[in-house]
Antibody, heavy 120, light 112 residues
Framework: QLLLQGSGPGLVKPSETLSLTCTVSGGSITTGYFWGWIRQPPGKGLEWIGN???????SYNPSLKSRVTISVDTSKKQFSLRLSSVTAADTAVYYC?????????????WGQGTLVTVSS | DIVVTQSPESLAVSLGERATINCKSSHSVLYSDNKNYLAWYQQRPGQPPKLLIS???TRESGVPDRFSGSGSGTDFTLTISSLQAEDVAVYYCQQYFSSPPAFGQGTKVEIK
């Protein structure tokens, strides 16, 4: 069974950079799928952030593109999210996910989520 | 960008009764391969979303057959034929026809 486990600081100061890592277990990260991030502000809906293929090809939500970087380390079976210049509006549960098929395919695997609060 | 809109925002249904959730896309998600690029997810309280249905009507393995998806083009429906207590959740539709993939705002299903 494929498992995705996100990790990273739960508290980030305004204007700083949010950094999260997702570790993939129970399966390969090099099977041709796309690995990404989706966030959910408390009590609100789901927002796609972006994703990456094993070869490093990325796709980002235009609304966040200027602040987002997603990278992959296949040797560690990990992929990572960096979101710069954060504000309180970036407070959310961040899910690492696997996309089926292509950059914007449906999500067939979800991590448990990491709550990140932006506050001084 | 394609905008996806769900209705209603919430609904309360008696146990054993039918629940119906609607999803409307601002652009057709029917591709030239005759597939509708629309998925449905269930999010129980405190849990990540779970994929229920892809291609508008294909149930994932292990999903009870009381869940069904229908529709084509821009209008879709998720039906729970006989609501069970464990179905209390927020349900989301998502289009994956074009980037960025977009979710509806969610429909909260409760027991009446």
């Amino acid at each position: 069974q494929l498992l995705l486990q996100g990790s990273g600081p739960g508290l980030v100061k305004p204007s700083e950079t949010l950094s999260l890592t997702c570790t993939v277990s129970g399966g390969s990260i090099t099977t041709g799928y796309f690995w990404g991030w989706i966030r959910q502000p408390p009590g609100k809906g789901l927002e796609w952030i972006g994703n990456i293929h094993q070869i490093g090809d990325t796709s980002y939500n235009p609304s966040l593109k200027s602040r987002v970087t997603i990278s992959v380390d296949t040797s560690k079976k990990q992929f990572s999210l960096r979101l710069s210049s954060v504000t309180a509006a970036d407070t959310a549960v961040y899910y690492c996910v696997r996309h089926w098929g292509y950059h914007y395919g449906f999500i067939d695997y979800w991590g448990q989520g990491t709550l990140v609060t932006v506050s001084s | 960008d394609i905008v996806v809109t769900q209705s209603p925002e919430s609904l309360a249904v008696s146990l054993g009764e039918r629940a119906t959730i609607n999803c409307k896309s601002s652009h057709s998600v029917l591709y030239s391969d005759n597939k509708n690029y629309l998925a449905w997810y269930q999010q129980r309280p405190g849990q990540p979303p779970k994929l229920l249905i892809s291609w508008a009507s294909t149930r994932e393995s292990g999903v009870p057959d009381r869940f069904s998806g229908s529709g084509s083009g821009t209008d879709f429906t998720l039906t729970i034929s006989s609501l069970q207590a464990e179905d209390v959740a927020v349900y989301y539709c998502q289009q994956y026809f074009s980037s960025p993939p977009a979710f509806g705002q969610g429909t909260k299903v409760e027991i009446k």
